[in-house]
């Protein structure tokens, strides 16, 4: 067998998997993982943990890209908005973050903000389309 | 269905696959967990988890439409999207092997809640940008690691006729069915010694990570 061939087995293992996978039931996949020594409870947690920690990663790597595109411009081009007040600037992007939890979970390490971090986070904000600059200014 | 062109679904959102994350009842959990295990035997995933963490990426980057993975939410389940994303990142490789997938998929009785929704899926799954992209390191790679994992699988049931009767049919190209049948194992038989294969295949591969 070449070493191609290998692959294509190994595809072909899987869908074994699958078909076996999907012919099992809930209660046999649980005495397969009781009788294994495993607590589901934890392997279940944990997954979702691990889960819901990847979802928050595309999200702040995606931030994070997008900020990385707005100060890779010329200063010339890059329009930075012109910010409101700061209390007004604080309550346009607790509004943003009360109506996209997305956003929260990408910055939920971030629980006390400097007014720099206010404004860079405003600025973000403004980059990624979630606040329109005309929204606030007169 | 039209091959190879999903139906206009409502897009799946970041929240929707959040929130789908969040509903995970355990034994959802538990059937990731188990096919992540049955998938990853020539891989370069490290552990069943790390295959699961790439599916929840892909389907993250398929929020933003022309990347990643698209959940076709009002017609597949989570749990069935991210089974079938898993197998196809664990695929990974030019061949397809959809079709044949297809075929055997078809007519086949299936217990799993979800199951009607992956053979669905299935017709109009089609490959993503990042799977014709590796490049001829990364073939190489992944080569060299199915040809070891495939070895190990051998050693792993050389005492067990009958599940190497199975892993035999498949090295020649058979079906599984046409290995059934050429066996003459009850269907019972069949699904018993498919399941030896699958939960063998699992143990042999809980994670690679050296200690």
């Given at each position: 067998m070449t070493e191609l061939n290998h692959r294509a087995e190994l595809a072909a293992l899987r869908v074994v998997a699958l078909e076996d996978i999907l012919s099992t039931s809930d209660a046999e996949l649980r005495k397969e993982a009781v009788d294994d020594g495993e607590d589901v409870a934890a392997v279940a947690a944990d997954l979702k943990a691990a889960m819901r920690e990847a979802a928050a990663a595309a999200l702040r790597q995606r931030l994070s890209q997008a900020k990385a595109r707005m100060t890779a411009r010329p200063a010339a081009d890059l329009g930075r908005p012109v910010r409101p007040p700061m209390e007004q600037l604080k309550q346009l992007i607790q509004e943003v973050f009360a109506s996209d939890r997305s956003l929260g979970l990408a910055f939920r390490e971030g629980k006390r903000q400097s007014d720099a971090d206010w404004e860079s986070l405003y600025d973000d904000l403004v980059a990624l389309g979630k606040i329109q600059p005309a929204s606030h200014e007169d | 269905m039209e091959s190879g062109k999903p139906p206009n679904d409502d897009p799946a959102t970041d929240d929707d696959i959040r929130d789908a994350i969040e509903a995970l009842t355990e034994d959802d959990a538990l059937r990731l967990r188990k096919a992540a295990q049955g998938f990853l035997?020539?891989?370069?995933?490290?552990?069943p988890k790390e295959l699961i963490n790439e599916a929840v990426l892909r389907a993250m980057d398929g929020t933003l439409g022309s990347h990643g993975r698209h959940w076709p939410k009002q017609r597949v389940p989570f749990v069935a999207f991210m089974i079938m994303t898993m197998m196809s990142i664990a695929d990974g490789?030019?061949?397809?092997h959809l079709m044949s997938r297809t075929d055997r998929l078809e007519g086949l009785s299936l217990k799993g809640e979800g199951a009607d929704h992956v053979l669905d899926y299935l017709g109009f799954w089609t490959r993503s940008v990042e799977d014709e992209a590796l490049d001829a390191e990364e073939e190489a790679a992944a080569t060299a690691r199915a040809k070891v994992d495939a070895d190990r699988i051998d050693a792993l049931f050389a005492g067990d006729q009958e599940v190497s009767w199975l892993v035999m049919c498949i090295k020649e190209g058979k079906s599984p069915a046409k290995a059934r049948e050429l066996a003459g194992f009850t269907t019972t038989e069949y699904e018993t010694i498919r399941k030896r294969l699958r939960r063998g295949v699992a143990k042999l591969f809980p994670g690679r990570r050296s200690a």
């Open positions: - | 035997a020539g891989t370069e995933y490290q552990d490789s030019r061949e397809s």
